[in-house]
């Protein structure tokens, strides 16, 4: 598993300037969010765990930034005092790095490709470098690399028209340990002065700078017109709740949702869980219309051994029980137990969402819907990609509209009626 990830921010963003002044690339806002939103989330749904911000240009903004939207992501920084190339910005970076294997991505670019496939051909090919490349028609922007039957890079191509070719998606793994043998300066071209000589200067069984191709989503707003053309694509509108099928899933809080929570305490024993009137009975509404009904909770009392993981499930069977009584169904209970506010799994930290996913072939994270009754229960729901809607059973003073929740009933029951 490739856990840890390189994104590389610095930039000057000079072809963007008129349309997004005074604001690093990565900054440029994207239909309502910085564009490092959705790259950051993109990387947390491939299973990265761990940030390394390699920054420059402006780089309080973005500091300022992950402080306060993504408090509990687990990230360092890096600063370069002056440009030092794409090259200098990732030795910088890597030196910070604890896992053999990393990610290096780029803050203006997102290329929606399987990490972990890429990660397995870079580990079976005892890989420096593995390449994610993207196939286009038509286009001069890029230059070409090419590749053999065993996914060796055998050359770079300049930029130019092609009718047809494959191109560096700004996305690499790199191995850590065999990069910082090599002998750089301080400034350097990762693309020309490490990649491209890699393969000049190779002999046969000595290179081990690999590609693949993975044909997915990819766009780099490094120029308006591809700046405005992500505006659009990016863009997303909260469904008709009156639309949704069987297609769709429904992530659910458990305390403050379906149950009553104790404030600034536990529910520690099944006495202590009292279903909100009506909730058990939106099961049966849920079952119609949801494909996977899923709950996602954060259980703390367990890593703060207040009570066990045993008595948790007992709680757990006993609801399923009820609901199931009642005409509902539960098709897995997520919990975190970790004390941890920055372990992957503790929302408003999105792991639960694609831990579920991963289990189940049928949740579209684009076609999900995340009810709950806090701010974080909310934001999980944005880092995951999916819709959200809020219940004022306990935090009845949050705003609404706020640009983290779609919808607001006062309770779970009420959500169900307006299926």
Known sequence: MIKEAIILAGG???RLKEAVP??????????????????????????????????????????????????????????????LG??????????????????????????????????????????????????LHNFDRYGVVEINGDNLVTDFKEKKYYE????NGGLYILNVSGFLEHLFPEKFSFEKDYLEKSISSSTNGEQKIYGQVQ???????????DYNRAQMEFAVSPPDLKTIDKSWTLF???DGVINHEKKDDYIL??????????????????????????IVSNQRGVGRELMTEAELRSIHRHMETQIISAGGRIDKIYYCTSTDNKHPNRKPNPGLAFQAKADFEGIDLAK???????????????????????????????PFPHPDIDFRFNSLADFAKAL
């Open 252 to 254: 659910i809080d458990r």
């Open 164 to 167: 047809q070719g494959t191109i």
């Open 215 to 225: 044909d997915e989503y990819f766009i780099d707003i490094g120029i308006p017109e």
């Open 22 to 83: 005074d604001l690093p690339k990565c900054m440029a806002p994207v239909a309502g969010r910085p564009f490092l939103f959705y790259v950051i989330n993109y990387l947390r749904s491939q299973g990265i765990e761990k940030f390394i911000f390699s920054l420059g240009y402006k780089h309080e903004v973005i500091e300022t930034y992950l402080d306060d939207q993504f408090p509990t992501l687990n990230f360092q920084i890096v600063t370069e005092a002056e440009p």
């Open 269 to 294: 024993n099944w006495r202590e869980f009292i279903f909100y009137d009506g909730a058990k009975e939106a099961f049966q509404q849920f079952v119609n219309k949801f494909g996977q009904i899923i």
């Open 12 to 14: 000057l963003g000079t």
């Open 86 to 135: 794409t090259g200098g910005a990732i030795q910088l970076a890597v030196a910070k790095a604890t896992e053999r294997n990393v990610v290096i991505a780029n803050g203006d670019t997102t290329f929606r490709t399987d990490l972990q496939k890429a990660g397995t051909l870079h580990s079976f090919n005892n890989a420096e470098c593995t390449l994610l490349l993207k196939p």
């Open 368 to 398: 999900s819907i995340m009810v709950g009754n806090k701010p974080s229960d909310m934001l999980f729901g944005r880092n995951a990609g999916v819709f959200t809607v809020f219940t004022a059973t306990t935090n009845p003073d949050v």
